[in-house]
Each structure stands twice: as C-alpha cells, then as structure tokens.
C-alpha cells in the first residue's frame, strides 16, 4: 500500500527565521518606547518595527512557501494567500544565479504561462538547486 500514499514535498521558512523576526520587532518597538520623547527616533523607530512586524506575521500565516506532489505546486501569493498550479501550467523551474561585487544571490523561478514565482533560501528553507532538482522529479 505503500505505492498509494501520494508525496507531498513542502518548503517552508526556517522557525528560527521566524523568531528572529519576533525578537527584531521586539527589541525595535522596545526602542521605540524608550526614545518616546524624541519624535523623529519614534517615528523612525516605529515604521521600522511596523515593517518587521509585517514580515514576521506573513510568516506566521504562511510558513510554507512552496508545496509540491505529483499534481502540481502550491506557491504562495499575495501577502499570505496560496495558489495552486497544475503541472500543465508551469513553463520552467530554473535557478538564477547573480554574482554582484561580494554579493551572490540564487533565487528558484517556478515561471508559469502568466507568472513569475521567485524564492530564495531564506523562504524555503533548504538551497534553492536542491529544491529545484525535487521539484523535477515530483513533475510528470
């Protein structure tokens, strides 16, 4: 029976991602107190912990980045909404790889007929050519 349970490959952001962007919130907002008496450290302060606070929540309501079976994959879009396409649909899964003076970056495009999906490490979890390569052999 074992031949009927259906693979399921998810890629999701690190917990540990997630606790530091808790913590950052924390230490900021704590700074933002602090410093109530001077308001341009304030406001400074607070759009900061605002816009970590924003990226911690999204990856409260939507760890998971990416998800794959035989079907298709499963990517999330918006700020916490999920999308579903078809296998049918995705026109290429490819690695892009930028060198930039000491920065490298790689990013895993999952292009579809209408889309561009782009994830790096730090959203999946795992290195994006290992990723890409699961994802070849989840495809039909």
Known sequence: MEGDIETVRRWR???????????????????AVLNAGDV???LLASVAAAGLAALAL???FAPVRV????????VVSGYAGHRRIPWDEVTAIRVDE?????????????????D??????????????EVADQLYRLRP
Not at 67 to 74: E, K, L, S
Not at 102 to 113: A, C, K, N, W
Not at 118 to 124: G, H
């Open 13 to 31: 952001v690190p917990p540990k991602q997630v606790l530091a962007k808790c913590a950052a919130t924390a230490v900021v907002t704590a700074l």
């Open 40 to 42: 341009q450290r304030l």
């Open 58 to 60: 999204r990856d409260l």
């Open 67 to 74: 998800a794959a079976d035989r079907d298709g994959v499963t």
């Open 98 to 114: 930028r060198r930039r003076l000491l920065l490298h970056t790689r990013l895993l495009e999952i292009e579809t007929t209408d």
């Open 116 to 129: 561009l999906h782009l994830f790096s490490a730090f959203d999946l979890g795992a290195d994006v050519h």
